[in-house]
């Protein structure tokens, strides 16, 4: 039957369980610390779906769903990844034998094991290599090289190959008529019989071994202080990870007479969860590579604000600790005094603004492309927004920009500050009418303020009301009694605002008996969604590209084609990467006979236009312009339009397009301007 003796060759193999041990202890403490670390944050329930968390971890950790969307670090990983799967596979059946007593390996188990050791492990050492020529000889933007990657490869290097050398060694000093199943160690065992006598084989094969023992033991004790304790952290954080909607932030009591701050501004006001995120961290940069801030030459960077927040967690850890022990030390020396009773405060340097600069809290357009990116599901955005709504509601400190848009909220229930009774002039000008004047009207028609005061955005609202009308459907505006959505002021960190502006709109909404929304804005259409039903306002809300869609499909709106004509359509981000709504809008042209020609970002890798998190209103006095990297873009593709289905998006294509001096050639239009051309 094939098999092979387990400890051949090996004397007083019994030390093992000591170095087991000695590696284990290392092992616990190194995670000991690690959960002192992530226990410092508040809780948070993350037990809610416990077999979605098995299911993510089987698609996105084994499956590496994710990481292979990255296909050149992708592979390379997958590689290493089904390496060390397959090779701890074997030292378990192999421990379970030795160890336990279970005569399992052996038959077709054994030969399994050979091949599949082999096979991955081979492929583990490419990986290796590859991943050390990519780190060192390549050396993108997005790596950093720190001492603990060096150790890290060198290690699971070693590792690998001298397992190889002792299967060959064994194989060239026995018989073994299995050995073509461990075709690696068959190749080595070649040049080794040759060059080497019986004795020296012997001697070689338990040195080796017992070299090959220490390399294990190293690494198991060495696993929870440096990267590679992501093989675990990163699974954890999927099964961990936010499901349903993304980008909703935690509601703020402030009826709350207990609640003494607003935001966070310090590490234990954040979840654990939210430091258990800066250890699940890969740092392998995907997150800065498709980080519109981050590319158009700003600070910020979504990776080194997780690093350096996990820097300042190790930080913080350590100055409490000196600190508990100076406080132990004075009392027993009988200090009367209350610093004696009390752990002493060592200084650790302000996360806001010493560890984070404040410009870039400002920097993040919220687009999520980050989050998107990240192959173990770290979360960035919420933590900027809090921190945000800390330098808001607590520091008065923002943005000049900010104060204005804020102001014209409060005060015109828009952004723009103008008055507030001309909201509804210019859609009542198109004919449509009132909830007050016809309360019986299926949809609610949401134009937003962009909808209602932007100029070029009115063109917008136009075409969607002919095409509302054309098909038939019974809506209905609010008017003057609509409100900004509260989006910008949300995402600027203004909460209260927003606060003010959502229960102000629910409560018309409420009166109104509404059920059914139709919006032309994704941040409209995301924040009504799925942030309105945290105070209470549940609607079914539908973006215009969705509903356009399905009046088409049946057969209440009938389009001409354009022939001969191309385009371009833009993603936005609070429609594509928050709501997940790629393909309806590309549909839609298509049903009008235009060709779509992708841009270099698309989909879910699309170039954020620069508008959102309520950077709409702020400036840009840092790299280059978002909005015309993304024209660019646009422009390289050679098109006859630009598709958009996002006021934001439309406008900052439309400067990008002026700033270019492109106009002649290059046309943006939202979906519904296109599909009012040809009904």
Partial sequence: MATRQVYWNIEGEHWLYLFFIIALIFFGYGVYKRLSLWKSGKPENRWKD???????????????????????????????????????????????????????????????????????????????????????????????????????LALIFAILLTGFVIEGVRIAATPDPWAGWGFIGQWISIPLKASLNEAQLLSLHRFLWWFHLLLAMTF??????????????????MFFRHRGPIGIPELIDFEDENLETFGKSQLREFS??????????????????????YLSGKHLSPKRIIQDMRILMEETGEALKASQKLALSKQSADLESAAAEEP???????????????????????????????????????????????????????????????????????????????????????????????????????PGCSGAFDARNQKVSAALVKLLQAAGVHFAILGNDEKCCGDSARKLGNEYLFYSLASENIEVMKGYGIKKIITQCPHCFNILKNEYPQLGGDYEVIHHS????????????????????????????????????????????????????EMSHTGEKSFCCGAG???????????????????????????????????????????????????????????????????
């Avoid at 390289?636 to 002649?664: H, N, S």
């Fill in 546 to 597: 969705v509903f356009l869609l399905e009046l088409a499909k049946a057969g209440k709106l009938k389009f001409k084609n354009i022939a001969g004509k191309s385009i371009t359509y833009h993603d936005s981000c609070y429609l594509g990467r928050y709501n997940q709504i790629y393909n309806q809008p590309r549909e839609l042209l298509k049903m009008v006979g235009l060709e779509i020609k």
């Fill in 344 to 446: 002493v405060e060592l200084p650790v340097p302000a996360l806001i603004g010493e560890v984070i600069p404040e410009e870039d809290l400002w920097s993040c357009t919220t687009c999520r492309s980050c989050e998107q990116q990240c192959p173990v599901f770290v979360e960035h955005v919420d933590k900027t927004i809090d921190m945000r709504r800390n330098l808001v509601l607590m520091e008065t400190r923002f943005p000049a920009e900010a104060q204005l848009a804020f102001r014209n909220m409060e005060n015109n229930g828009n952004p723009w500050g103008i008055g507030w009774t001309t909201r509804a002039d210019f859609i009542k000008g198109l004919g449509v009418k009132t909830f007050e004047e016809d309360p019986s009207a299926e949809y609610l028609y949401w």
């Fill in 272 to 293: 654990w969860k939210a430091l258990f995120n800066t250890d699940a961290c890969l740092r392998c940069g995907r997150c800065q590579d498709n980080c519109p801030a």
């Fill in 50 to 152: 416990v077999w979605q968390g098995i299911k993510d971890i089987l698609v996105y950790g084994f499956g590496h769903k994710r990481i292979l969307k990255d296909s050149y670090p992708g592979i390379m990983h997958f590689c290493i990844f089904w390496g060390f799967v397959f090779l701890a596979f074997a030292t378990a059946m192999i421990t379970l034998q030795a160890d336990f007593g279970l005569h399992i390996f052996h038959g077709w188990l054994y030969l399994f094991i050979k091949l599949t050791a082999n096979l991955f492990g081979l492929l583990a050492i490419l990986g290796i290599i590859t991943a050390a020529f990519r780190r060192y000889i390549q050396r993108p933007d997005r790596l950093d090289n720190k001492t603990d990657d060096a150790i890290t």
């Fill in 613 to 679: 998190g309520g950077r709409m209103w702020l400036e840009e006095h840092e790299g280059e312009r978002i909005n015309v990297m993304r024209t660019d873009e646009a422009i390289a593709v050679k098109t006859d339009y630009v598709g958009t289905a996002c006021p934001f998006c439309l406008t900052m294509i439309v400067d990008g397009i002026a700033m270019r001096e492109v106009g002649e050639e290059l046309t943006a239009l939202d979906i519904s301007e296109i599909l009012e051309m040809v009904i």
């Fill in 220 to 237: 198991i004790g060495y696993f929870p202080y440096s990267k590679l304790f992501h093989v675990i952290l990163g699974p954890l954080n």
